[in-house]
């Protein structure tokens, strides 16, 4: 039973360049949710995805933007790269009809900004 | 928003020691989950635990859904207990889950 992965897990980019960030859900999960991680820090909520529309966002700016596709996998998009774009972008993934919600991470993408 | 504490912030045991992680939050929650983030980054699912009591080899978890805290022990740890320990709840009720974390526990195990 494939789990959630995500790619690339490191890279670097200079500021005001893009970023595209995939991920793919663990086998049976139709949902998947994007979290930023500065260091030292807990997660935060970015974005989720489900049926191929953005379904909830947090308190992040439109500079963050994402897609599902509908073989429920995901990109996450950063434009116009800040330094403070630096941290591990995880992503998550559940279905939508679970008794529980219970979430399930992939090992992340550790992006720097230059 | 809902707001999750945890304690300590750090701690530090010899290998074989017990403890126990407090995380505390605001409002009612229909998700609380426990985390263990490896030195790579994955958070690794340790409990799903709204409300009751579970166990799982070493670690076993307690969540007092009326008193909006909960608590993660381990016993005999061990060095590959190193890491950060995350607390994380959602408050809404509806679909798929929103997650609003604490800033964790960092615990080390040294021989």
């Known amino acids: 039973d494939a789990g959630v992965t995500q790619s690339p897990t490191h890279l670097i980019k200079t500021r005001g360049q893009q970023v595209t960030l995939r991920c793919s859900p663990k086998s049976g999960h139709d949902t998947v949710s994007w979290y930023q991680q500065a260091l030292g820090q807990g997660p935060q909520f970015i974005f989720q995805y489900y049926e191929e529309e953005e379904r909830q966002r947090g308190n992040f700016p439109d500079r963050f933007s994402g897609h599902q596709f509908p073989n429920y996998s995901s990109e996450l998009n950063v434009n116009a790269l800040l330094l403070g774009d630096s941290a591990l972008y995880l992503c998550a993934s559940s279905l939508v009809l679970s008794n529980t919600g219970e979430l399930f991470f992939g090992e992340g993408s550790r992006l720097t900004v230059l | 928003g809902i707001q999750v504490e945890q304690s300590p912030p750090d701690l530090i045991l010899q290998e074989g020691a017990n403890s126990t992680l407090r995380c505390n939050f605001s409002d009612s929650v229909n998700n609380l989950q426990w985390f263990h983030q490896n030195p790579w980054g994955q958070l690794i699912n340790l409990f799903y635990?709204?409300?009751g009591t579970k166990q799982n080899g070493r670690l076993s978890a307690t969540t007092v859904a009326t008193e909006r805290y909960s608590l993660l022990y381990i016993s005999s740890s061990q060095t590959t207990d190193s890491g950060v320990y995350f607390c994380?709840?959602?408050?809404?009720?509806?679909?798929?889950?929103?997650?609003?974390f604490g800033t964790g526990t960092r615990l080390q195990v040294t021989l």
């Open positions: 635990i709204p409300s």
């Open positions: 994380a709840v959602e408050a809404n009720t509806g679909t798929a889950s929103k997650l609003t």
